[in-house]
């Protein structure tokens, strides 16, 4: 089994910062891609911010100079770095990671249980 954890979500004022983390641990073989994705309530899940094995890095466009994701792939990590945070920004963060569990087996998308950021004075 595979499972990803998230941390570091919390309340937040108004141009604050926080950094979120996730730490995949299980039957890994190989991560491909790995990512954040948000849900504002009454929203749909929408992608904030992805990395893939090779390096190469895409930010939905809110988010462009105030958001960075990095991975530690030795460690199985990634993070998101959140600065200039704006009460647009408030919802449920999930982590998502493409891996692979055996050498031959298929990739299959896992999700985190999220972790809610909140912007507010």
């Known amino acids: 089994q595979v499972q990803l954890v998230e941390s570091g979500g919390g309340l937040v004022q108004p141009g604050g910062s926080l950094r979120l983390s996730c730490a995949a641990s299980?039957?890994?073989?190989?991560?491909?891609?790995m990512g954040w994705y948000r849900q504002a309530s009454g929203k749909q899940r929408e992608l904030v911010a992805t990395?893939?094995?090779?390096?190469?890095?895409n930010y939905v466009d809110s988010v462009k100079g105030r958001f960075t994701i990095s991975r530690d792939s030795a460690k199985e990590l990634v993070h998101l770095q959140m600065n200039s945070l704006e009460p647009e920004d408030t919802a449920v963060y999930y982590c998502?990671?493409?891996?692979?569990?055996?050498?031959?087996?298929?990739?299959?998308?896992?999700w985190g249980k999220g972790t809610l950021v909140t912007v507010s004075s």
């Open positions: 998502n990671a493409g891996i692979r569990s055996s050498r031959f087996g298929a990739v299959r998308s896992y």
């Open positions: 299980g039957s890994i073989f190989s991560i491909n891609a």
């Open positions: 990395v893939t094995s090779a390096g190469s890095i």
